[in-house]
């Protein structure tokens, strides 16, 4: 079983920056692509950035240029660094990770979500 724990959501004024950051634990053999995505109320979950294990990111439009998806030393780290914040960006964010456990099965696994609020 594989877990994702967040940190790092709250309230900040427009422009402004966090940085959230995202923690997998468990029988990990391999992370293959860890990922944000969020939701706003009434809306679907949405990718908001991803990252392979070789590096390689993909951004939502709305986000390209803001924000930056990275992966920490130990490959079991992501961290979303947003700036230039908005009010449209409120929602809440989810960590996300596909990959191999030990026993080689395939996992997909979600984070409890951590909210992000930008607001004057």
């Known amino acids: 079983q594989v877990q994702l724990v967040e940190s790092g959501g709250g309230l900040v004024q427009p422009g402004g920056t966090l940085r959230l950051s995202c923690a997998a634990s468990?029988?990990?053999?391999?992370?293959?692509?860890m990922g944000w995505f969020h939701q706003a109320p009434g809306k679907q979950r949405e990718l908001v950035a991803q990252?392979?294990?070789?590096?390689?990111?993909d951004y939502a439009d709305s986000v390209s240029g803001r924000f930056t998806i990275s992966r920490g030393g130990a490959k079991n780290t992501v961290y979303l660094q947003m700036g230039g914040l908005k009010p449209e960006d409120t929602a809440v964010y989810y960590c996300?990770?596909?990959?191999?456990?030990?026993?080689?099965?395939?996992?997909?696994?979600w984070g409890q979500g951590t909210q992000v609020t930008v607001s004057s």
């Open positions: 990252i392979t294990s070789s590096g390689r990111t």
């Open positions: 468990g029988s990990i053999s391999s992370i293959g692509v």
């Open positions: 996300h990770a596909e990959g191999l456990t030990t026993y080689f099965r395939a996992f997909n696994s």
